[in-house]
């Protein structure tokens, strides 16, 4: 498995590597995994083993540089490919016999893998987290950029698109419907599960607290500004959370300490986050662009009973249905609306709450990674 970045780094793409890596390994498979990463920290290795899985970190990348071009077309693929294509091509000379399938994460470790694919004569899979041809600035040039994807995706096996939106934009651009196959992201729903939301709220400090949480990358495609905004405006007894972290930490901290109702959580391990879904009354995703495929925040929150508001962009729609959440346009003034909404009628809050761990038990289950098992076979 080839990913452009992995943990620590944080992210939907980067927790959905992890989370394949734990469950192809405990089924058995030998998996290797190799990504770049940002200068390491604390528990994370360049190179870790356990059973069935080894994973090699290559330290090329900057932090705030990886941060603010995360989403260029040109630059991020030009940081990451070059040390991929490096590394994997002297792995692959050393363990060429041990490796049956090589699978990409994203459009940038697919040009890399397309390569060793066709060099070393191996299945190729890649999975698309997200849509290619958004409303991101840097995607004006859809014409070139289509042509790029097609080429690059019309390399491999099996296309591993996360949802149907991700599906029908690589049918538009030329790619085999036959050759696509839609494996949704999912969670451990054992790890990610309903808890007593008073004893959630107490063990994170927020007793009798209204709670909207924001968790995700601190950029100002995730709609940050906008809720900062929201939290000044609102006219409602609440408090706006954030977990994360990204090139506007030091605005969110700011903010804190200027708006009361405004709370600072910085970065949260992935096993914590459990608690804070649970300590949550509402989670907020009002992404700013249609780039976004089902940002994991979502089913997390779901699989542990908590309703989201999401914005109308990307594959958000075709997740958060009226059953358990609201769709808004990500703007200020809608972000406030939709919170008063149900802050002011808690029975219809208690009924999105009620239908959510079921909704996620029934669209993403573990059963979403036995497609991807499936897929390396044929």
């Not at 944080?10 to 190799?34: K, Q």
């Not at 849509?131 to 099996?158: E, T």
């Not at 959630?200 to 400090?205: C, L, R, T, W």
């Amino acid at each position: 498995m080839i990913s452009p970045t992995f943990l620590p780094v944080i992210g939907g793409s980067e927790i959905y590597s992890y989370d394949l890596c734990e469950y192809l390994s405990g089924r058995g498979h030998r998996v290797y995994l190799i990504a770049c990463t940002t200068p390491l920290k604390g528990k994370y290795r360049l190179v870790e083993r356990r059973e069935n899985l080894c994973i090699r970190r290559i330290p090329c990348l900057n932090r705030k540089l990886l941060e603010k071009t995360a989403g260029h077309p040109i630059i991020y693929p030009f940081l990451v490919v070059p040390p991929l294509l490096f590394y994997s091509l002297f792995f692959l000379l050393r363990h060429r016999n041990e490796v049956d399938v090589i699978h990409a994460q994203s459009v940038s470790a697919g040009l890399v893998v397309a390569l060793l694919a066709a060099i070393f004569k191996k299945r190729s899979l890649v999975t698309t987290h997200g849509k290619y041809l958004s409303d991101n600035p840097y995607h004006l040039q859809y014409n070139k950029y289509a042509k790029f994807i097609r080429w690059v995706l019309g390399r491999f096996d099996r296309i591993l698109a996360i949802n149907e939106q991700s599906r029908d934009e690589l049918v538009q651009i030329g790619i085999g419907a036959d050759r696509i196959v839609i494996a949704p992201h999912w969670v451990d729903q054992q790890t990610f599960r309903p808890a007593d939301k008073e004893a959630s709220k107490a063990e994170v400090g927020w007793q009798g607290k209204f709670v909207v949480l924001f968790a995700g990358r601190f950029v100002e495609d995730k709609g940050i500004n906008q809720i900062i905004a929201a939290a000044k405006a609102i006219n409602r007894d609440v408090i706006f959370a954030f977990a994360g972290t990204g090139p506007l930490d030091e605005m969110i901290a700011n903010a804190a300490k200027d708006e009361p109702d405004i709370l600072y959580l910085g970065r949260v391990d992935n096993e914590q986050m459990p608690i804070y879904y649970n300590a949550a009354d509402l989670i907020l995703v009002p992404s700013r662009h249609a780039g976004d495929g089902i940002p994991r925040v979502i089913i997390e929150a779901f699989s542990c009973g908590t309703p989201v508001i999401g914005a109308n962009r990307g594959g958000i729609p075709g997740v958060v249905t009226s059953s358990v959440g609201l769709i808004i346009e990500p703007t200020t003034e809608e972000i406030n609306r939709a919170i008063e909404v149900l802050f002011d009628d808690r029975s219809k809050l208690e009924n999105l709450t009620a239908n959510c761990r079921r909704y996620a038990e029934s669209r993403f289950s573990i059963r979403n990674a036995e497609i991807v098992e499936v897929s390396y076979y044929g």
